[in-house]
């Protein structure tokens, strides 16, 4: 964990977006990784300025690869906030938690088909820049895959989650044109909490976007809808448009819109067997919890 390397974690002064990193961190780096006999069961890299480094970041990886890691935390130190990550990491099978912050991801399109991440039950994704081409390779590729985070994003992302191995799925601060579950048997929880529609997009231009529920047979938990920003659309062969697996839902209404009052009850129709609601209500220049 490269943040022990710094004085106090780091924490004795600010961060500055685009200050170097120390170079002693990356040295030592170099040299714990190339001492190790692998495999590596953790591995933190978060305090390296990539871009300035680059031949030392290559070689991490293919060290990292050889030698079996197993949960990674890669993180570029900003600037620049959309360095390329080297597609040699997507050639590491051993990976089984992968968390990856201020990239620009490889292009896929050019990734061999036969790579994979056999055994990656937990990825995150924090303040990258992907395509939505990106995020479907990576879901194809990783059969056992649990755990999805979006938290934060450069560009938009338009979130259709085709797996048969997510259970829980959440999306944070992230600019999204829609969320599409597609076929997800296993997928229990689908949460977004302050996302908004990707600005110049079709959706932005709507000021709304579209959620829409496919075959997920197993959702219980799901939220925060928002009425008269979001469209809520079920298509789970169901003739009744419900979703009646759903017990736990959380929805944020803007009191004072019309429009947003209007959509709740059609919202509240979807979820027969609802068992616990939570209501976010936002007003003008305050906001209250209110639980229910």
């Not at 201020?102 to 991440?117: E, I, N, Q």
């Not at 997800?184 to 997009?201: C, D, I, M, Y």
């Not at 709304?208 to 938990?221: C, D, M």
Request: net charge positive; with cysteine.
């Amino acid at each position: 964990v490269d943040s022990h390397l710094l004085p106090d974690g780091g924490a004795s002064g600010p961060f500055i977006i685009g200050s170097p990193s120390p170079r002693a961190v990356t040295a030592a780096v170099s040299s714990a990784l190339a001492a190790h006999p692998g495999p590596f069961r953790c591995v933190h890299l978060t305090c390296s300025t990539m871009d300035e480094h680059r031949g030392e970041m290559a070689r991490w990886i293919d060290t990292l690869v050889a030698k079996g890691v197993q949960e990674l935390v890669f993180v570029n130190r900003p600037w620049p906030i959309d360095l390329r990550l080297p597609a040699a990491l997507f050639s590491c099978a051993s990976l089984t938690r992968l968390y990856l912050g201020v990239w620009r991801l490889p292009d896929t399109a050019a990734v061999p088909r036969g790579v994979s991440f056999p055994n990656l039950r937990e990825l995150g994704l924090c303040w990258n820049v992907m395509e939505d081409r990106d995020l479907a390779f990576m879901l194809e590729r990783s059969p056992v895959l649990e755990f999805l985070v979006i938290m934060a994003s450069q560009t938009g992302v338009r979130v259709r989650l085709v797996s048969r191995s997510l259970r829980c799925v959440q999306l944070g601060h992230t600019f999204l044109e829609n969320i599409d579950v597609v076929e997800a048997p296993h997928l229990e929880r689908l949460f977004q909490w302050q996302t908004v529609a990707a600005a110049g997009s079709r959706v932005m231009a709507n000021r709304s976007f579209r959620i829409k529920i496919g075959n997920a047979p197993k959702l219980r938990v799901l939220g925060y809808l928002k009425p008269g920003e979001q469209e809520l659309v079920v298509v789970a062969g169901s003739k009744e448009n419900i979703v009646p697996s759903v017990q736990i839902l959380a929805m944020e209404v803007q009191f004072g819109v019309r429009n947003a009052i209007k959509k709740v009850p059609g919202f509240l129709r979807c979820f027969p067997n609802l068992e616990t609601l939570h209501v976010q209500v936002k007003f003008v220049n305050y906001i209250h919890l209110l639980h229910r």
